[in-house]
């Protein structure tokens, strides 16, 4: 999946590129808009907490270190002259997961209450009334969704497409 970003300066066209990739058969789960603070979206498809903090990439990054942590105590663990070898396993299993559990834990907590890092080009135009549509689209129809809209709505701007998106946004 690939997240194609429209910014649009009004509502009305904003429905209408909704509306062009629904008909392009893109679901509504897929469709996000991200307005300023207060601005009503009517029945436009709001931007979930996911889509709005750093939440996603907070969470792997927790894993990872809480993960590389929790593996470092278990060899601690191991290291030390009491330990059996035989648990050496468990105990390694057991830190490492342990670790990464609260890193993902301590991770999303942070980045729920951190903006999206991946949206801060567009903060200056939200805040100016813009609205900003992220669409997740299958990598092989990424053209042919940009091709559909520009051909349909000519003087909509797409400011790009992101690489990929996390599994479960």
Do not use: C
């Amino acid at each position: 999946m690939r997240r194609i970003y429209f910014l649009v300066h009004d509502q009305e066209l904003a429905k209408k590129i909704v509306d062009e990739l629904l008909l392009a058969r893109i679901e509504e789960r897929h469709l996000h808009v991200l307005a300023r603070r207060g601005t009503s979206l009517e029945d436009l498809p709001e931007a979930s907490l996911m889509q709005k903090t750093d939440f996603v990439p907070a969470v792997e990054r927790g894993l990872a270190l809480g993960g590389a942590t929790g593996l470092l105590a278990g060899l601690v663990a191991i290291a030390l002259p009491a330990t059996p070898l035989v648990i050496a396993g468990g105990v390694l299993l057991a830190t490492s997961l342990a670790g990464a559990g609260m890193g993902a834990w301590l991770g999303g907590m942070v980045g729920m209450n951190v903006g999206n890092t991946r949206l801060a080009q567009f903060a200056e135009a939200i805040e100016g009334g813009a609205l900003l549509i992220m669409a997740d689209v299958p990598r092989e129809r990424v053209d042919e969704i940009e091709e559909r809209v520009r051909k349909h709505l000519p003087d909509v701007e797409i400011d790009g497409t992101e690489p990929t998106i996390p599994a479960f946004p």
